[in-house]
């Protein structure tokens, strides 16, 4: 079968601290790591490839040049080949923007690698959350979708997909090509090992621009996004909170007890 | 595309049962501020089969108008079904705004529809708002793992469509008196267009259902509680008090409980009338899941910890000595009463 995997590169927020002085993020210092949703999708892939011999993972990222780094550590997990999508045109994209982007470079590297039987994402990324791109990347394409993916078995060319519906699970039977975006699965992706290491970081990662794809650059960047940021701001905090603390927590239970019935909170 | 009215809409999703699921009544709340803001009607949306419950739910929650899409094809939501049916309804009726709810569904549909309609989405919004110098909605909502709020508009492009987080606000007392105009629209959708079918409904005894959203009390524990069988002590004084049992990721991701009970960016947002915080440092991504609730008490050891930054009752001491106190106390004043 021929998969490709679409990720991207985020700093880990659970690293990210807010600047007490001046209220903003800092971003110095955090870590750049793969989305953690697309290396569960990464890995859903892999352990396709693994059951049905001569597939190949095609891997793809839109970003700067460092998001180089976020491919080859997928290429040391199972991935066979891998492509950048950068162009400063790019910059500033919202999702609709962005998964217009990627759905054109996909066509563009379905002519250099075959058509793809499944498209791969992770949920959401863990910077934006929105969930967004990969379904619109699928309506792009005019291909259906599958969202929040714990499961996956091919048969014929139908994909069985086991989804996290809201209160249970739906298995879902969908004819390929498919896009297929994938949560928390219930194992952990795969590690590299020192060998694969190394052959992902001697791989040459071919570079996509706009030059290289038939796009409306009318539908990129910033002009091309109907959604406009019009401020951000760290979320405000509550201030001036009855502080209880008595010799023995059983006191400071029982003053608790007596706060909560006057304000009759209980 | 362009509005041909300046109306509002709220998709009301339904359950199994066609009843009204929570978020979409929840949302005819900011939605009657907003539609007034763009001096519109509020128009309720209900897709579903055999949806007469949620189509009076609506009507009794202040929608102005109702517009009813009833077929035995989406008595279960499928991408195809409802992204077909809403763009049709949309390019008919031309609304200016739409709310959809943030669950699984409504993100799995907003993406597809919006992009459909070449229009502006905005995800999982917690505060929705209108702007005053242009007249878009203004949509906000967290980034960066719960770090950064956002404020989103969607100026040139229509409708603007944004889903919004359930629990976040607060649906309007029903008033079974009210009347509202209903419009039965006919769609239906050839087999062939449904190009995923559900084979199969799997419940798991694992996804147990807790309504944390729904719950008017809340007692969490986290990391302090040390592990499952702490959780006793939680569960105790949440019996007393006819609450909820909630948890943080730390709690959950050590599997010390299941994720159903998650409080937070990741896991449900909950908006209760007292929310007890045990053993729960603080962390944003927990904070902007809960700090909508009227009461907020932390019981923690460590007098620095963020949660206290957030509690109108800050407990410094053992959850282990201060829960139990408190639930004898709660089940005393039972017993006298």
């Known amino acids: ?266 | 595309m362009e509005a041909k009215t300046k109306d509002l809409w709220v998709l009301v999703e339904t359950d199994q049962n066609g009843g009204a699921k929570n978020v979409g009544l929840e949302l005819l709340n900011p939605g009657r501020r907003l539609a007034e803001g763009q001096q519109g009607k509020l128009v309720a949306v209900v897709i579903g089969s055999r949806v007469d419950e949620a189509v009076k739910a609506a009507q009794a929650h202040g929608a102005d108008q109702i517009i009813v899409v009833d077929g035995p094809e989406f008595a279960r939501y499928t991408t195809d079904a409802y992204t077909d049916t809403l763009y049709a309804l949309v390019e008919k009726y031309g609304p200016t705004t739409l709310l959809i709810g943030a669950t699984g569904n409504g993100r799995d549909l907003a993406p597809r529809l919006s992009c459909r309609l070449k229009t502006g989405l905005t995800a999982d919004c917690t505060g929705l708002d209108i702007d005053e110098q242009s007249g878009n909605v203004a949509w906000t909502r967290p980034a960066f793992g719960g770090n950064l709020m956002a404020t989103i508009l969607c100026p040139d492009h229509r409708p603007q469509i944004g889903t919004v987080r359930p629990g976040v606000f607060k649906k309007k007392e029903p008033d079974g008196s009210r009347s509202a105009e209903v419009i039965r629209e006919e769609i239906h959708i050839p087999e062939e267009r449904l190009r995923t079918r559900v084979l199969d409904v799997i419940s798991e005894l694992s996804k147990e259902l807790v309504d944390l959203e729904g719950a008017e009390i809340i007692v969490s524990g986290g990391r302090g509680v040390g592990g499952p069988e702490g959780f006793r002590t939680i569960r105790e004084l949440a019996d007393a008090l006819g609450a909820t049992v909630g948890a943080s990721r730390a709690a959950v991701d050590s599997g010390w409980i299941s994720r159903s009970h998650q409080v937070g960016q990741s896991g449900k947002t909950v908006g209760p009338k007292l929310y007890i915080a045990a053993g729960i440092s603080g962390a944003i991504q927990h904070l902007v899941g809960m700090n909508s609730s009227d009461v907020v008490v932390a019981v923690n050891k460590d007098p620095d910890a963020p949660i206290f930054g957030v509690a109108d009752y800050g407990v410094v001491g053992d959850l282990f000595q201060v829960l139990p106190a408190l639930t004898e106390s709660v089940k005393k004043r039972k017993g006298l009463s």
């Open chain 1, 1 to 266: 079968m021929n998969l490709l995997v679409c990720v991207k590169q985020v700093p880990d927020t659970a690293e990210i601290r807010i600047d007490p002085k001046t209220n903003t993020l800092i971003r110095s210092g955090v870590p750049s790591i793969v989305n953690p949703f697309d290396s569960y999708a990464m890995e859903m892939a892999a352990r396709l490839k693994d059951a049905v011999p001569g597939s190949r993972i095609v891997v793809l990222s839109m970003g700067p040049e460092q998001a180089k780094a976020a491919l080859k550590q997928c290429l040391a997990v199972g991935a066979d080949k891998a492509y950048l999508i950068s162009d400063r045109a790019f910059g500033g994209s919202d999702t609709l923007a962005t998964s217009y982007i990627l759905s054109r470079a996909i066509v563009r590297v379905e002519e250099l690698e075959g058509k793809f039987d499944l498209i791969f994402c992770g949920k959401q990324a863990i910077d934006g959350d929105t969930a967004q791109v990969g379904p619109e990347i699928a309506e792009h394409l005019d291909y259906p979708q599958v969202t929040c993916a714990v499961g996956l078995s091919v048969e014929g060319d139908t994909a069985k997909v086991k989804r996290e519906a809201e209160d249970d699970f739906e298995l879902l039977g969908v004819k390929m090509p498919c896009v297929i975006t994938v949560t928390k699965l219930p194992y952990e992706p795969r590690y590299p090992t020192v060998r694969t290491k190394l052959a992902a970081n001697k791989a040459e990662i071919p570079t996509l621009t706009s030059a290289d794809l038939t796009i409306d650059l009318s539908r990129v960047g910033l002009k091309g996004s109907p959604t406009k940021v019009k401020k951000t701001y760290t979320a405000p905090q509550k201030s001036g909170g009855v502080r209880i603390q008595e010799e023995s927590g059983t006191d400071a239970g029982k003053k608790l007890f007596e706060s909560l019935c006057e304000t009759c909170a209980i």
